[in-house]
Each structure stands twice: as C-alpha cells, then as structure tokens.
C-alpha cells in the first residue's frame, strides 16, 4: 500500500492507538499486531496470555455524522468466534475527529449491505453498531491527540 493511501486510512497511527487503549483498559498489556491480511487488527497479550482482540479504525469524521458504525461482516464473524473460543473481549475502536469510541464488536444491532466505491464497487455485507451504545473515551482521545500531533498530524481534536 502506498504510503498516502496508509496515511489517509490512519494505518500508520493505529499502533498509537492501540497502545493507548491497552495502557487504559488492560494495564501492563501490549497490542501485538497480526499479519497485514489477518481480520482483527491486534491481539492484546499479558503476561503471555491473549486477554482481548482490538480492532483499530480512523475516521476523518465526527462521531455525529451518522446514527451508526459499520464494520465488515467477516470482522464480527471473528469477533463472535474468538471471544466464544479464548473468552476474552472483542473491542472495535474507532478515533473520530472529535472522540474514540468503543464498540463491542460481538454485539451489532443490524446487518446491512453496502457498495465500497474504493473497493471495485462491490456489494460487501457489513454489520451496524449504534454509536449511542459505544463507550466514548474523550480521556483517552486527548492523550491520542497529543501523539498524533507531535508526529504531526493534527486531524484530532485534543
């Protein structure tokens, strides 16, 4: 992938991410990225033991502009598998422009299909969270932010 591409999909700071998050809900835990083509981004180890997987979005939006997130129907198939299989959480983190949220990402409220224009146009069948029901971490967001910016960019509100 091209480096703006990455740039433009925030790939290049899911790791910051990530480590804030851990930092947070799992202390003295460390996000271990998966290979490039696995369906969950991280798995958050302790102590050698997988205690949660974490699945890290960017959006160049605010939280407000829709009703609902949506995540691909093979990450919540995943999801729903590995928690069952290791029980551990399964958490999706999306870093808005204003907020990170939190969502359960074995717990979608509807399955819907959509046409991803970048992706050749294909229907790709997906899953819908309501936003009203993730956990948003302003706390967290500001600590995010001030990363981003001192690797210079300054997309997220702090």
Excluded at 65 to 84: G, H, L, M, N
Excluded at 92 to 104: C, H
Aim: with cysteine; net charge negative; proline share 4%.
């Amino acid at each position: 992938m091209q480096f703006r591409k990455a740039l433009q999909l925030g790939l290049l700071y899911e790791p910051v991410i990530a480590d804030v998050i851990c930092a947070d809900l799992w202390p003295g835990s460390s996000p271990i990225r998966w290979p490039a083509r696995s369906v969950i981004d991280f798995a958050v180890v302790r102590d050698g033991e997988i205690v949660a997987l974490l699945e890290v979005k960017r959006r160049l939006i605010t939280s407000t502009r829709y009703e609902t997130a949506i995540f691909p129907a093979t990450k919540t198939a995943a999801a729903v598998a590995v928690s069952e299989f290791l029980k551990v959480p399964v958490l999706a983190a999306v870093l808005y422009n204003e907020t990170l949220m939190l969502f359960d990402l074995t717990n979608p409220i509807a399955r819907t299909t959509i046409t991803v224009a970048d992706r050749g146009s294909s229907a790709i069948a997906h899953y819908e969270y309501a936003i009203a029901e993730a956990a948003r971490r302003d706390d967290l967001t500001a600590t995010i932010a001030e990363r981003m910016n001192n690797a210079g960019d300054n997309t997220v509100a702090a």
